[in-house]
């Protein structure tokens, strides 16, 4: 059984920094591209970030360039998030997602297999 659980939100203020994990189980992580979405109230779910399987091959959503960064440990079966000089308009709910596709990462949501529970990130201004 697939398991996917993000952990690492919370409530922060505008510029401050946090990091969301996202740990996997139940399947051969190493073969799985990985990405984060968001959902904010009242929207649709976006994408955030996607990483390789190797990690060397990322991609982002222009909203998020240059101030979060996505990496991985194969070794430890995790992801995360690092998210810097957060903004009121990044609060949403955090999700991680797996590919196990083939081809390089995706922004693509239909790419994406497994997800996580989520995450609530709360950016107050």
């Known amino acids: 059984q697939v398991q996917l659980i993000e952990s690492g939100g919370g409530l922060v203020q505008a510029g401050d920094s946090l990091r969301l994990s996202c740990a996997a189980s139940g399947l051969t992580f190493s073969n799985y591209v990985m990405s984060w979405f968001r959902q904010a109230p009242g929207k649709e779910r976006e994408f955030v970030a996607a990483i390789s399987r190797s990690g060397i091959n990322t991609i982002y959503a222009d909203s998020v360039k240059g101030r979060f960064t996505i990496s991985r440990d194969n070794a430890k079966n995790t992801e995360y998030l690092q998210m810097n000089s957060l903004k009121p308009e990044d609060t949403a709910v955090y999700y991680c997602?797996?590919?196990?596709?083939?081809?390089?990462?995706?922004?693509?949501?239909?790419?994406?297999?497994?997800w996580g529970q989520g995450t609530q990130v709360t950016v107050s201004s």
């Open positions: 997602a797996s590919d196990r596709n083939l081809g390089g990462p995706s922004s693509s949501r239909m790419r994406y297999e497994y």
